[in-house]
């Protein structure tokens, strides 16, 4: 028998195939069958939708980091909330999160689309590492994080025109580019030494990665650092074939203790120097004459500084002639009118024992004899299209700047240096000025493509390497293994923290902590511009030159330029006692620390809290300072004041006046007398 069943388009189908009668017995069996997969479907059924009532889950975990859809949070070891950032440009999708097969944490979705974000732990011993990357998939799409103090205290980023340690933020700043810049010039800039790396008295660090298109702002009042990635309206470029989306990763390092995590992140993430410069730097002074001439220079001007140098029995390693040697910026040649008889003058300045550094800077101005051939040559940062050299202002007229990123930029400026050298036999070395990013155009076109601006510092910092043992820079960025020493930032002749005596030790520390640590704490005194000196005289006060030079003697190098004989015979001779006792004293210990940067990276000027690690009182101290773990330095740096307050860590310690402090907590020294003519410093010593 056959059955016919209802066809398809085509009708009914009339080939079909027989079947066979249902035994009556078998029905029920059957029949328990339909209803059991009837069962199950509706089983099925019933849990996706249990599933899908559930709540979705609003916490995710990575060993100790929770995270959430607004951002997450970092534990330590006991529980206590170490590290917070919020995301402030979309929030995650939690559902979109998976772990996958190399225990990577996993999500594809934020409220605003698709995007590529992951967290990666790393284990290091005693340190937990998390890598987080943000990357949105469509263009002009910011990605903005908030990451909170946290009640702790953070050190680091770069130099700032006032300078405070720990780092003290103040009113509101949207994002904008971090990039070097001079805040001398512009005090609202990031400073000539940066780098993206921040560290926490919590035991906590972060560093930006270098692809990032990095953007810093920060609120006072919700005590936070907004971290930005984007391309729009900014001078970072996506790398070559790229699409221009934006991507904010980074690392949060967890330790046991902020110097332990510190030297976790300077042995993994920095570059070292590879050699030690001269020890001559170390041990005596550079003397400038750029705060006393200016440019009002002349070859008999510097003849008599260097006299005078030795008739008032100075040492010298390197004297610095600073600025107007030459007609015009951007020649590489004395001026006759001034400089009758260069080769004359080398003759005797070497004739007397001096070494010659010669101020050099990246700019050719439009009036130089050599503007026309860097324009022919195309050796100059170029306007966008390329067609064009772009002029720039800078504070000694208008000029193009090399493009350090043109090996033919780089061969032309390094032959004009060594021809000086060769023509004038006295030149050693140089001192590089300027350098950041801030002096190129807001858009510019290099030879190499340049995604992050600051890579153009980095570049003109390689340009000194030859002269490493002698030479001297003020701009670095990635910038430590050019093995030269690096000075802050010019210095008004004031007491306060905006570029002024106070400034001195937080810059020192700050620029330390980013890995720079063959350090020039610039000009003793200040740089005596006009309305910016205190009490508005022609010379830096005279207590604060005294205070100035007591401090500098601490320091790994100290550099003269306002002579102690502009003063009197009193502060001539407190000058020769503290460029003697900087000599016998700090100078050796210096050399050996400066020996151990090579491998580890760590700083020669120290914190408090680096032998102190778990005191909030240390956190706070900008003030006083260590010289490797055993000599600690507590200067005078207010106006007309004998004594001051004094911090000593547990230890044993003697002072310079022969007194002995044997203590098991933390000692609180008030008003500890220091005459004029003294620093205080503290030497621990192994006990008895």
């Known amino acids: 028998m056959y059955q ?32 059991g997969v009837v069962l199950v479907i509706a089983a099925v059924t019933a ?23 607004d951002g997450f949070v970092i534990r330590n070891q006991a529980g206590a909330i170490v590290f917070k950032m919020a995301f402030r440009s979309g929030t995650l999708d939690l559902d979109s999160c998976y772990k996958d097969d190399n225990d990577i944490l996993r999500c594809s979705r934020s409220n605003d689309g698709k995007l590529n974000f992951f967290i990666q732990t790393v284990f290091v011993k005693t340190v937990t590492c998390y890598r987080l990357r943000w990357e949105e998939l469509e263009s002009d799409r910011p990605v903005d994080h908030a990451m909170s103090y946290n009640g702790s205290h ?128 170390f041990r005596h002074p550079i003397w400038s004459t750029w705060a006393l001439h200016k ?29 107007r040697y ?40 439009y009036d130089s004899v050599n503007f026309g051939t860097v324009v022919e040559k195309g050796l100059l940062v170029r306007e966008p299209t390329g067609n064009l050299p772009a002029l720039v202002r800078w504070w000694n ?31 050693t070395s140089f ?33 000194a390497m030859p002269y490493n043992e002698w030479a001297e820079l003020r701009s670095g960025y990635q910038s430590q293994n050019i093995s030269c020493f690096f000075r802050i930032i010019d210095r008004d002749s004031v007491w306060g923290y905006e570029l002024g005596l106070k400034s001195l030790i937080p810059s020192v520390l700050t620029i330390s902590i980013l890995g720079y640590q063959f350090i020039l704490p610039d000009m003793i005194g200040g740089n005596a511009y006009p309305n910016r000196t205190y009490g508005g005289m022609a010379l830096p006060d005279r207590e604060l030159y005294i205070r100035w030079l007591e401090l500098s003697a601490f320091m ?50 120290r914190p408090v809290w680096w032998i102190a690690t778990t005191d909030e009182t240390a956190y706070k101290i900008d003030s006083q300072f260590l010289i490797g773990d055993d000599l600690m330095v507590a200067p005078v740096l207010e106006p007309g004041k004998q004594e001051r307050d004094i911090y000593l860590p547990p230890g044993h310690w003697v002072s310079y006046k022969g007194e002995r402090y044997d203590n098991k907590e933390p000692l609180h020294l008030t008003d500890y007398p220091v005459d004029l003519d003294e620093i205080a410093y503290f030497e621990w010593i192994a006990k008895a």
């Open 431 to 463: 001192k590089f000025d300027a350098g950041e990013t801030s002096y190129l155009p807001w858009k510019f076109r290099t030879h190499a493509h340049l995604s992050d601006p600051s890579s153009f510092t980095r570049r003109y910092t390689e340009i």
């Open 4 to 35: 016919v069943v209802p066809g398809g388009a085509g009708g009914t189908i009339t080939d079909a195939t027989p079947i066979k009668k249902i035994n009556k017995d078998a029905r029920p069996v059957v029949a328990a069958g339909v209803l």
């Open 397 to 427: 007229g208008i000029g193009g700047i090399l493009d350090f990123t043109n090996p033919e930029a780089r061969n032309w400026y390094t032959s004009q240096l060594r021809s000086l050298r060769s023509r004038y036999q006295g030149i």
């Open 295 to 323: 440019t009002d220079i002349n070859q008999n001007k510097l003849l008599e500084y260097a006299a005078n140098i030795r008739k008032h029995g100075f040492n010298c390693s390197l004297l610095q002639l600073d600025d």
């Open 154 to 281: 953070w050190y680091g980023g770069a130099e700032s025109a006032v300078q405070h340690w720990p780092i003290t933020i103040s009113g509101q700043q949207e994002p904008k580019p971090f990039v070097t810049g001079d805040v001398y010039a512009n005090r609202n800039e990031s400073g000539s030494i940066l780098e993206r790396y921040w560290l926490s008295s919590n035991a906590t660090a972060i560093k930006i990665n270098d692809s990032v298109p990095f953007h810093l702002g920060w609120n006072d009042t919700e005590k936070t650092f907004y971290f930005q990635a984007r391309y729009h309206d900014s001078p970072y470029r996506p790398h070559l074939g790229k699409p221009p989306y934006a991507e904010l990763s980074y690392r949060v390092c967890v330790g046991s203790d902020v110097g332990s995590i510190h030297k976790y992140m300077v042995r993994r993430y920095f570059n070292k120097p590879y050699k030690v410069p001269s020890n001559v730097m």
């Open 47 to 69: 849990w996706c939708y249990y599933i899908a009532s559930l709540p979705k889950p609003d916490l995710l975990r990575a060993e100790m980091l929770e995270l959430n859809k």
């Open 556 to 605: 790994p190098a100290m550099q003269f330029s306002i002579p102690p004989w502009a003063y009197d015979n009193e502060v001539v001779q407190i000058a020769q006692r503290f460029t003697k006792l900087h000599e016998t004293l700090v100078a050796p210990r210096v050399l050996e620390l400066a020996s151990e940067v090579l491998a580890t990276g760590d700083p020669i000027i």
């Open 326 to 365: 030459a007609r015009r910026y951007g020649d590489f040649d004395f001026d006759p009118e001034t400089f009758p008889n260069a080769t004359g003058m080398f003759q005797q300045l070497k004739a007397d024992g001096f070494l010659v550094s010669l101020w050099t800077h990246p700019f050719v101005n």
